[in-house]
């Protein structure tokens, strides 16, 4: 297995409260698709930002290609996860003045590697400019400022910054919970095709279970994770 994603042993507690995340073993391959659910407040949003590097384990390991992300600073961390990893947040994270094309652009300003590998179809413009259109987000949109499109569009601007560049791993958490029906089936298929046509690892979080059929795996948090959960 060509492992993008490997967690051994991981602990994790918010400063002041008792660990919220005791994961004994999770990988995550190539190509892989990971559905992975649980009821709100069970830690969800705490693995993703483990498996990126935004936090960091408190015991165990969780490597990123090899690299575990806990012998890296801090500035290492941020480079290794502008170049290898596409993250949708839950509150998007686009910086509002800037045009929808530049906050797709973003990836490419900070890694040379995600900038090289979009330009591989010609330039890193035009394939934003497609995945923008694979969003089904409007030319009309692509200039205006990110602060003036709706939940909805904003949040298929984040995907299509998380997959420019085709990133090793891709994570999404809650992605599709602004979008109606028909958006989130065509945002769910140029997710997917993207992911498999760069092989890159997709981790997707969503509390909508009906989606889990479209990945390869399905992952329920508290039954991997230890740890208790909200005790509220
Ligand atoms: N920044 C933080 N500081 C302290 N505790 C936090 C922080 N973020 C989350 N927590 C706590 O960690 C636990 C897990 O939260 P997390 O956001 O990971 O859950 P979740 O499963 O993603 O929830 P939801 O489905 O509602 O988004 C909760 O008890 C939460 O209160």
């Known amino acids: ?9 991981l602990r994790f507690g918010w400063p002041g409260a008792a660990p919220c995340i005791d994961i ?5 391959a190539a190509g892989e698709t ?3 659910h649980g009821p709100s407040g069970c830690g969800k949003s705490t693995l993703l930002s483990l498996m990126a590097g935004v936090l960091v384990a408190d015991a ?6 090899g690299h575990d992300w806990a012998a890296l600073s801090g500035a290492a961390r941020d480079r290794c996860r502008v170049a290898h990893v596409g993250y949708i947040f839950q509150q998007f994270n686009l910086l509002p003045y800037l045009s929808v094309l530049d906050n797709v652009l973003l990836p490419c300003r900070f890694s040379p590697r995600r900038r090289a ?24 949109l692509w200039r205006r400022p990110a602060m003036k499109l709706s939940v909805g569009q ?6 299509a910054r998380a997959l420019i560049g ?11 919970s602004a979008l109606d029906e028909a958006h989130r089936d065509a945002f769910l298929d140029v997710l997917l095709a993207a992911c498999a046509a760069h092989r890159s690892a997709l981790v997707f979080v969503s509390h909508d279970r009906r989606l889990a059929t ?5 992952l329920s948090l508290p039954d991997i994770n230890r740890a208790q959960g909200d005790p509220a």
């Open 1 to 9: 297995m060509n492992t993008v994603l490997a967690i051994e042993a």
């Open 24 to 28: 004994e073993r999770l990988h995550v």
């Open 34 to 36: 990971l559905f992975l």
């Open 60 to 65: 165990g390991r969780v490597a990123l290609l």
């Open 117 to 140: 590998q979009a330009a591989q179809d010609g330039s890193a413009r035009a394939q934003a400019e497609a995945l923008l259109v694979g969003m089904g987000l409007d030319p009309a």
């Open 154 to 159: 904003q949040q298929r601007v984040a995907a």
């Open 166 to 176: 085709r990133p090793e791993l891709v994570i999404a958490d809650e992605p599709t």
């Open 214 to 218: 479209r990945f390869g795996r399905e």
